[in-house]
């Protein structure tokens, strides 16, 4: 399957598949949760009303449902993480679309 006939990682079906392939866990009680709802993602987007021009700066992007849809936007973009695993995955999903993002820990 080639990258654009994949879901948006926002789906319930692409989240699962990516922490399967990467086996990742999270625990919801150190608040980690997923939004698997395309809808509200791109209503958030939509909401900071960024532009081509704009930085973003995102704080704990987990798998990266937000930063898929910012990166539709914004293609430049710093991400703030702990956990390297989820390194692989990044660079994997976004090299394509983000054409400056940067991995922080």
């Known amino acids: 399957m080639s ?16 922490m399967e392939t990467y086996g990742l866990t999270f625990k919801k009680s150190l608040g980690q949760n997923f939004l698997t709802d395309l809808n509200v993602l791109k209503k958030i987007v939509t909401a900071a009303d960024v532009t081509a ?15 898929e849809q910012l990166a539709k936007k914004c293609p430049s973009s710093i991400g703030f993480r702990d956990r390297r695993k989820i390194d692989s995955c ?10 400056h993002y940067s991995f922080t820990w």
């Not at 990258?3 to 989240?15: Q, V």
């Not at 995102?58 to 449902?65: K, L, N, V, W």
Request: aromatic letters at 4%; glycine letters at 12%.
């Open 53 to 67: 021009d704009d930085d973003v700066i995102e704080i704990g992007p987990g798998i990266g449902a937000l930063t």
């Open 90 to 99: 990044f660079r994997r999903n976004f090299s394509r679309l983000c054409q």
């Open 3 to 18: 990258d654009n006939e994949r879901p948006e990682i926002g789906s319930g079906t692409r989240t699962k598949a990516i």
